[in-house]
């Protein structure tokens, strides 16, 4: 009777076709903290230091009780990302800590003395 019912119905079923394909629902992904450090450190190692930064403060907000342990880290990427004014209280922060070892020390005070030239 009417010609143009298939072509109608053909784009129905396309249209229906397209947008189930943005109704499916997508799995997610949970990540760890510790997983998101180990990310982190895979960004530094290619020297993309904005996101390793990115990833360790995302971590550190995950797992606050871990901060004292990636905060270091998270320092390091600022002050290699080019944020070297955030990276500094970091670096202090850490020094506070009585327990530190010498070498550990040491080491966070060249990079503190880095990130204030």
């Known amino acids: ?34 997983e998101i450090v ?3 450190r895979r960004a530094a190692g ?6 390793a930064a990115r990833l360790f403060e995302q971590a550190i907000g995950l797992a606050p009780g871990r901060r004292g342990e ?11 990302s080019g944020r070297p004014a955030e990276a500094v209280p ?8 009585q327990a530190l070892d010498q070498d550990t020390r040491r080491r966070i005070e060249k990079s503190l ?3 204030l030239l």
Do not use: H, K
């Not at 189930?20 to 997508?26: D, E, R, V």
């Open 1 to 34: 009777m009417f010609p143009c019912r298939p072509a109608l119905r053909t784009r129905i079923a396309c249209l229906l076709v397209l947008l189930g394909l943005g109704l499916t629902a997508s799995p997610v992904f949970a990540q760890s903290p510790e």
């Open 38 to 40: 180990e990310d982190a």
């Open 46 to 51: 290619t020297n993309d230091n904005r996101e």
């Open 70 to 80: 990636w905060l270091v880290e998270y320092a390091d990427q600022l002050a290699y």
């Open 90 to 97: 970091l670096y202090r922060e850490r020094l506070a800590d």
């Open 113 to 115: 003395a880095f990130a």
